[in-house]
């Protein structure tokens, strides 16, 4: 038994290596190829709103929502403007149809009054919080598939907050 322990352990941690691996990597293909879409921010309580060196985001999106007809995980269809700022067009569980000039969002939600896109939170160094007050846009990068990946917040002229 004791030969066949180690072969266990180095076997699982084969495995792990290479799905973390296989996730950095998608992220990476994401950044890479993904679409840039810019989702404008909801107001957030207040007092939540800076919290030690994060910021809590909310979208547009999530708001004027028929929570009680929406499905735990689905896609948020959105169709961009010129400035590729998104609009919500509709909710849906599947990624079919979709429409000519229509993007896919994948959502969660978990409880009853939010929704979720993998994107709720932006981290940046400490004293710096003044400068992404501004912020009025969330940017994130999609795929075909509705994968999102947060890559930064944005001013009301479209500008990165860097």
């Not at 169709?79 to 990624?95: C, H, P, Y």
Request: hydrophobic share 35%; with cysteine; glycine share 6%.
């Amino acid at each position: 038994m004791k030969k066949y322990k180690w072969f266990i352990i180095l076997a699982n941690l084969v495995i792990l290596l290479v799905y973390f691996n296989y996730s950095i990597s998608q992220k990476e293909e994401l950044l890479q190829d993904g679409k840039l879409v810019l989702l404008p921010l909801a107001p957030v309580d207040p007092r939540s709103l800076m919290q030690g060196d994060y910021m809590s985001l909310r979208y547009s999106i999530s708001q004027d929502v028929d929570y009680e007809k929406l499905a735990k995980r689905g896609y948020c269809v959105v169709r961009l403007d010129s400035g590729d700022i998104a609009e919500k067009v509709r909710f849906q569980q599947n990624t079919t149809p979709l429409n000519k000039g229509e993007y896919l969002i994948k959502y969660s939600s978990s409880d009853p009054w939010n929704i979720n896109i993998g994107a709720e939170s932006f981290f940046f160094q400490e004293g710096h919080s003044k400068k992404y007050e501004a912020a009025k846009y969330g940017g994130i990068k999609i795929d075909k598939n509705g994968n999102s990946l947060l890559v930064g917040l944005y001013d009301e002229n479209l500008k990165n907050i860097k």
